[in-house]
């Protein structure tokens, strides 16, 4: 970056000299590719900084949706031996998927109870995880065979 700038300072001092020796018809079009030189680095610089900005966000986003796939994935498992449907050795599998707003995370979580059962939970945050690592505030409701086993409002804890 500091490159880019000093090139930059480069080429509008040698510029402002050329300018001083220049005729009138010179020093327009001189003036013309300045203008055009400047509007060009403006571009490149917004362009740069949302990059950084948009980067940023997904970063975030991944982080706070790993956060929350692996609170539920274990809590969630302890949730359904708790109300009677353990799972199998396989336990839950689980998706989360962070909102635009990075302030709720939805989580989609499948596996199967030592019964056969189709085990389902899903669920979102109330909050983005991070204040505790074991337990999730929000709602989250789990299913066996499609019917309801567990409703709740913290995940772990």
Known sequence: MLRHRTALLSTVAVAALTFSACSDDDREELENDI????DEVEDAARTAV?????????????????????????QGEEQFTDSGNALDENGLSCEATANDGLDAVDVNCTGTTEDGGAAELTGATSEMPGASVSELEGTFTGTVDGA???SVTTLGG
């Open 50 to 74: 949302s990059e950084v900005e948009e980067a940023a966000g997904e970063a975030a986003s991944d982080v706070a949706e790993v956060a929350v796939r692996n609170i539920a994935t274990e």
């Open 148 to 150: 309801e086993v567990f």
């Open 35 to 38: 203008g055009t030189l400047v």
